[in-house]
Nanobody, 126 residues
């Protein structure tokens, strides 16, 4: 079982950047496909980005494509989400999640990921 912890959230103005980190305190992150999700107040938890175990393939929600980049450093047991050109509508709690992949496909549903971090708040002001 893997224990996840996000960091790097904060408050920035629109157009700014943030880099979120997701570190595994227990378990080997390289055994897991990883995803980032976000949840705004009163809304469902939405898919943001996913990455394979090796980092060779990624997938993004249309709303963040071209602005966000997911990456990983398995030697550091850490996954990242670099967020550029941030918009007020990006405001949410951001969660990282892990799953043991059964195949090469990247998954976008929160129910596909059994392991979650506690979340980190991202607030974008206009």
């Amino acid at each position: 079982q893997v224990q996840l912890a996000e960091s790097g959230g904060g408050s920035v103005q629109a157009g700014g950047s943030l880099r979120l980190s997701c570190a595994a305190s227990e378990g080997t992150l390289g055994n897991y496909a990883m995803g980032w999700f976000r949840q705004a107040p009163g809304k469902e938890r939405d898919f943001v980005a996913a990455i394979t175990r090796s980092g060779s393939r990624t997938l993004y929600a249309d709303s963040v494509k071209g602005r966000f980049t997911i990456s990983r450093d398995n030697a550091k047991n850490t996954v990242y989400l670099l967020m550029n050109s941030l918009k007020p509508e990006d405001t949410a709690v951001y969660y990282c999640a892990a799953r043991v992949p059964r195949d090469i496909s990247l998954r976008v549903g929160p129910s596909e990921y059994p392991y979650w971090g506690q979340g980190t708040q991202v607030t974008i002001s206009s």
